[in-house]
């Protein structure tokens, strides 16, 4: 009985020791795909492995991330270094940049940020960062930055079909000499599933308690109580799709008057998933082509010219098959009265014989635009005047009581405004 026992112990405490090697082993292969998986979805962020030191019960891993501006296309790229610990089901991963979280000599933190990955041999894996709080001082340009300890969280499951985020930053203070900005309690929670190509469903709900904005010689501005939620839910056996987007405050602070709520709703409907997935991918394609491309080659001319006419494909597929989208809810409480509107345009659903004929999204298009504003708005505050004097000179925004209101129609390329008619440019 003894020598079973001691047996047993040998081959547990083998089994033991050969597992880390395992999870290593693993570990590596699912880095190497995650790596592929990320740079291939999308171009604005690269990661790049130089060197994977995999032993027995950890490795040494260094490489570099590029991060791409999308506005000018400059990259700006930084070395990291992550040390990795074997376990039995799984592996944790601790990483840090190769010159610090901060400048030399800089005091940015008081205590070191942490960035880490704990994956799981099924599939599952954990990406955390801790961060402590952060002063940052630019004594050149006067400008200043305080944010609160503040954790961010994405557990990805389902060897990637789902994903959950969190973050949670209690409070932010951007200073510059022309002006202050604070945000309190930001909050943002987010469950995605995978559809199909680049298409996810899923539920995010962000809130701030307050956004402040103060500048010399100005009244503060305050908004409280800001919430954004979006939804995208699958329908007709994941072929078609409905999205919603909504913003709203319950206050607008502004020269110790508070104002409220105000609401803005986007609303994506019956969307063929097929086309819309494609239409995503080109359009991403088409961005990234004009940010890595050399303008003036004749090759990347005709690259972009591909580009361009697979969006367009695109987009005519996507109107046959039939949507509406649209903004149909729009309220703001204003001190003069409430501005309300609402907009959207849809397409029918084409035939196979419909579809062949068809020459351009627009000429099936209909939709229509309702905008009700008070007229003492526009009389009290020059800017907004000057923003509407063309729209209410050319008859387009027209008095109503004490109101301005504007609606309109589109139906055969052709947009009635309040009575007057306006032809539609063929613009896809």
């Known amino acids: 009985m003894k020598a079973k026992w001691i047996a047993a112990g040998a081959g547990v405490l083998i089994v033991a020791g050969i597992t880390p090697w395992g999870v290593g082993y693993v570990t590596e292969q699912q880095w190497g795909q995650m790596t592929h998986e990320l740079n291939q979805s999308q171009s604005f962020v690269q990661l790049r492995t130089d060197d994977y030191q995999r032993g027995f019960f950890g490795a040494r891993v260094t490489g570099t991330v590029t991060m791409m501006n999308?506005?000018?296309?400059?990259?700006?790229?930084v070395e990291y270094q992550a040390s990795v610990t074997h376990g039995i089901t799984g592996s944790y991963m601790d990483f840090e940049p190769v010159s610090?979280?901060?400048?030399?000599?800089?005091?940015?933190?008081?205590?070191?940020?942490?960035?880490?990955?704990?994956?799981?041999?099924?599939?599952?894996?954990?990406?955390?960062?801790?961060?402590?709080?952060?002063?940052?001082?630019?004594?050149?340009?006067?400008?200043?930055?305080?944010?609160?300890?503040?954790?961010?969280?994405?557990?990805?499951?389902?060897?990637?079909?789902?994903?959950?985020?969190?973050?949670?930053?209690?409070?932010?203070?951007?200073?510059?000499p022309e002006m202050t900005l604070r945000a309190d309690d930001f909050r943002l929670e987010q469950n995605m599933a995978h559809l199909q190509g680049d298409v996810w469903t899923g539920l995010m709900e962000a809130s701030l308690a307050t956004v402040a904005l103060t500048a010399p010689g100005m009244p503060p501005v305050t908004i409280e109580g800001l919430q954004m939620r979006s939804s995208t839910?699958?329908?007709?056996?994941?072929?078609?799709?409905?999205?919603?987007?909504?913003?709203?405050?319950?206050k607008l602070r502004y020269e110790d008057e508070g104002y409220g709520p105000h609401k803005l709703v986007f609303?994506?409907?019956?969307?063929?998933?097929?086309?819309?997935?494609?239409?995503?991918?080109?359009?991403?394609?088409?961005?990234?082509l004009a940010l890595t491309q050399d303008q003036g080659g004749r090759e990347a001319f005709e690259q972009q010219?591909?580009?361009?006419?697979?969006?367009?494909?695109?987009?005519?597929?996507?109107?046959?098959?039939?949507?509406?989208?649209?903004?149909?809810?729009?309220?703001?409480?204003?001190?003069?009265?409430?501005?309300?509107?609402?907009?959207?345009?849809?397409?029918?659903?084409?035939t196979d014989d419909q579809k062949a004929e068809m020459l351009?999204?627009?000429?099936?298009?209909?939709?229509?635009?309702?905008?009700?504003?008070?007229?003492?708005l526009v009389e009290k505050y020059p800017m907004v005047r000057m923003q509407?004097?063309?729209?209410?000179?050319?008859?387009?925004?027209?008095?109503?009581?004490?109101?301005?209101?504007?609606?309109?129609?589109?139906?055969?390329?052709?947009?009635?405004?309040?009575?007057q008619e306006v032809p539609v440019p063929p613009l896809f």
């Open 305 to 350: 010219i591909a580009a361009m006419e697979q969006v367009s494909r695109a987009a005519r597929d996507l109107a046959a098959a039939g949507f509406t989208a649209g903004f149909p809810e729009l309220v703001l409480n204003t001190p003069e009265g409430k501005v309300t509107g609402s907009a959207g345009i849809s397409h029918p659903e084409l």
């Open 100 to 176: 610090g979280w901060a400048p030399e000599d800089a005091d940015w933190f008081h205590e070191q940020p942490r960035l880490t990955l704990e994956s799981r041999l099924w599939g599952t894996a954990v990406l955390e960062l801790e961060a402590p709080a952060i002063a940052i001082n630019n004594s050149t340009s006067g400008e200043s930055l305080r944010t609160s300890g503040g954790i961010v969280r994405v557990e990805v499951s389902d060897a990637g079909e789902q994903v959950k985020a969190l973050a949670v930053w209690p409070q932010l203070r951007f200073t510059a």
């Open 360 to 376: 351009m999204v627009m000429q099936r298009l209909t939709g229509k635009m309702d905008l009700s504003l008070p007229a003492r």
């Open 267 to 288: 609303a994506l409907e019956n969307l063929d998933v097929a086309s819309w997935g494609r239409l995503t991918t080109s359009m991403a394609e088409l961005q990234a």
């Open 388 to 419: 509407l004097a063309p729209l209410i000179k050319q008859g387009l925004l027209v008095p109503e009581g004490d109101r301005l209101v504007l609606a309109a129609r589109l139906s055969d390329m052709m947009v009635d405004v309040n009575g």
């Open 70 to 77: 999308p506005e000018n296309g400059e990259s700006y790229p």
């Open 233 to 250: 839910e699958a329908k007709a056996s994941g072929q078609r799709l409905d999205s919603r987007l909504s913003a709203a405050a319950e």
